[in-house]
Structure formats: structure tokens, C-alpha cells
């Protein structure tokens, strides 16, 4: 079953919703995109995959201000609005009936860092987390950046960004969106994960590097956690050397659906 709906957000635009699913009524997932995402990207499709395979019911939203169908202009997109796009998402679940809880979250970069944010603030219920290469705070993210584009970014108030998912679209970047990032940091509070928390970052990933994943999963308060590094493979995993998509991200299914499988 695959079902695309449009919701209002508590903003007064459009976010499309994407049901894929199954059979299990007890398993459920929420999946958020990374910064400029959307539905259809491959390592998102990826995720949805690995829950699939495991019978899960599957929710993925295209976030405001992002590339995807739902409304909003991408300079205007902050932290803010993914926390609370993710929000709106689950709290339009909660009237549907077949809602569960606890329930799974599971993004990527900017979207793992929103669903983080919300395990940490509502961990009774949620079941399974799977943050995958988040952005984890202010300080560490900006470290990622060379001190002439950051400090060009923060007195013009915007950069330029091309899409990696969509070549020949360019991305404008407000500041502000960093500033947004101040306000959620992941680090205090990770000792409330208290439930399975796995996640995959790439080796080479620039903008959430493995040396960042390490710290914020030594706060992480679950006993049953892990942190894969694969060899070669950029932030959204794709291969480094190539650029493109290839069997790091087919390691990166198996690797999620292997690990649901092994919850059972």
C-alpha cells in the first residue's frame, strides 16, 4: 500500500505525507529527510526499505522549505520548522487509526537531529531510534566549516548551495538556520535515550563526521546502541570516489534491516 495525503501545518502550509505499508498494525516508523530532501531520495528510499522488510508501517513527510511537494521557500527553513513539521506529522497520526504507540523515528542529518530532539523530549514513546548522521549542535557543526565561508555566510546573511539530488537546482541558505540550531542541542539530554539506538555514518562524511556521531552516542543513555562507520562513503552514503550511489548504500539497507531483525 503506498498513499500520498496533504496536511496543513501549524504555519498554514501544505505537507505531504507518504504511507507505505504493510500488514504489522503493532510496528510503526516516521522518517524525516535531511536538510533540502525529500521522499524520494535514495538513501531515504533505503530506510524505508529496511522497515519494510521488517513489516513496518511506514511514514515519510517532505518537510516545508525543503525540495520536495510540500510548500515553502528553502531560505526559510530552520530547526524550528523540521521539529515542527516532524510534530505536526506525528500529532496527525495520532488521529489515525492505526496509530501505535511506542512507535519508531528514523532520519537523516537535519531530520535525525529533529527526530532526536523529539525522542529525547517524548522517550516513552518512542521504541527505536535510528538517527542517521545527525546534525548535533552549534559548536560542532560549525567546526565543519572553513572559517572564511562561515564568517562570508554569517555577515551576508546567505549562501548558495547546488543540489546534489536534484542537479541544476541551487539552494539559498539563510544564517539563520544556524542560529535556529542554538536552540537544539542534542548533547544535554541524550542520556534520556534509553531505548535501542543504532545509526551509520560514512567515513567521509564532512558535515556530520564520525569523530561528531562518536561523541554524541557516548551521551546516549541506551544500553543497546551502535555506530557503524563504512569505509568510503560520503554524507548521504554515497561513495566517495565516484560521487554516486553505489553498494555503500545497499550495505547501508541490509546493515538496518539486519539490525530491526535482530530486535526481534
Known sequence: MKQRISIVNRNGLKLVIQLDGNTDDSKL???AHGQGGFIEQVHIEAFAQAFLANNYRVVRFDATHALGESEGDIADVTYDTYVSDLEDVINWAKQQDWFVSPFALCGHSMGAQSTTWYAEHHPEEVSLLLPMAPVINYDL???TMAEDELQAWRQTGIKEMSSRSKPGVKKLLKWQVEESLKKFDILPVAGKLTMPVFQIVGSNDKPCPPKHQEVFMKHVGSSNKQLIVLEGLEHSYREAKTDEWGVG????????TNWLKSLE
Request: net charge positive; aromatic share 8%; charged share 20%.
Open 29 to 31: 516508523v516516521f522518517i
Open 141 to 143: 557543526h560549525t567546526q
Open 249 to 256: 548504500i545497499k550495505k547501508v539497507q541490509e546493515l538496518m
